[in-house]
């Protein structure tokens, strides 16, 4: 009787225990996903490379992708060319913003006088737009509808084009 | 004269609860737009300085979790996020808001995750 009783209680704490380990090992512990998805995105007012004020608000009605990146970070520069691509194939049915994460103005317009532009261009001091973002790192993209409500967020990067097409047009259906 | 003499405070007075209350905080940063009162309201503290703001900006920075070296809070993380993020507490601090409300500030970009003492309720109390 002792001997059962030992083993229902260790099957009470053991049972629950392993069933949350289960859940959790499948997920991966590096990816935590956004509470801004379904949320309005915060208003930003920031800077280009020329100085002029851009609002997120211009851009209401259409969708807005919004790319936290830097000069330093190897994976952004594998995305450059996919956003060079898709804003010349795009044109003006989607928004891009590059907002600069924690790198310098100069080495920012260096760059982009080497390997060309995409979009448009932001400055974000002292990062308040990243953090107001949840930014963990970069790259980091974030899809905004025409309503202003962010629909996704990425951590990884967009490799080619198609994978800026394939995230925008297939799976939230922002181009048609 | 007498008159004249007691009427002048008077005016005052009334000059001064019709002036409106300057805002402590202007609406929105003026470098990047955000506006932290959309997300928390109003400051509900006294906005603190010196050695004051110094000690709370740092007992509130030590619960806040670095993003990128997640183990770390801000107060002890090296990168340069952790750098900012304690420099827009000290802002909201200096600003009025308390310290709740600068974690309520950061929660809703980075989620409960961003506490490192998460709040003692629901799940989290049963944990």
Redesign the interface.
């Known amino acids: 009787m002792k001997r059962l009783v030992i083993l229902s209680v260790g099957a009470v704490v053991t049972v629950p225990l392993l069933v949350f380990l289960a859940i959790g090992l499948q997920h991966d512990p590096r990816s935590?996903?956004?509470?801004?998805i379904g949320?309005p995105a915060?208003?930003?007012?920031?800077?280009d490379l020329d100085g002029n004020r851009v609002?997120l608000e211009d851009f209401r009605g259409r969708p807005v992708l919004v790319n936290f990146w830097a000069t330093w970070c190897q994976p952004c520069m594998a995305e450059h060319g996919s956003f060079q691509e898709a804003s010349r194939t795009l044109g003006d049915r989607v928004e891009l913003l590059g907002v600069i994460y924690?790198d310098q103005p100069s080495m920012i317009r260096r760059f982009l006088a080497q390997r060309g532009e995409w979009g448009t261009t932001l400055i974000?001091?002292?990062?308040?737009?990243?953090?107001?973002?949840?930014?963990?790192?970069v790259p980091e993209s974030y899809l905004i509808d025409g309503d202003g409500v962010i629909v996704d967020k990425l951590t990884s990067p967009l490799v080619t084009a198609n994978h800026v097409y394939g995230w925008l047009d297939q799976q939230h259906g922002l181009l048609r | 004269m007498r008159l004249t003499l007691l009427a002048i405070p008077l005016l005052c007075a009334t000059a001064a609860a019709q002036e409106p209350q300057a805002p402590r905080m202007p609406p929105?940063?003026s470098?990047?737009?955000?506006?932290a009162m959309?997300l928390i309201g109003e400051p509900k503290g006294t906005p603190l300085e010196g050695a004051e703001l110094d000690r709370v900006a740092h007992e509130v920075a030590a619960v806040v979790r670095c993003?990128?070296c997640q183990g770390l809070s801000i107060a002890d993380s090296p990168v340069?996020?952790a750098a900012?993020?304690r420099?827009?507490v000290r802002e909201l601090l200096a600003a009025g808001f308390t310290p709740d409300q600068i974690l309520d500030y950061?929660?809703?970009?980075?989620?409960e995750?961003i506490r490192l003492e998460p709040k003692p309720e629901g799940f989290n109390l049963l944990v």
């Open positions: 935590i996903e956004s509470p801004l949320k915060p208003p930003f007012a920031l800077r609002r924690q974000d001091p002292e990062s308040k737009v990243a953090i107001a973002y949840g930014v963990y790192g | 929105e940063d470098e990047t737009g955000i506006n959309i993003p990128v340069d996020q900012a993020m420099t827009e950061f929660e809703p970009s980075y989620g995750f």
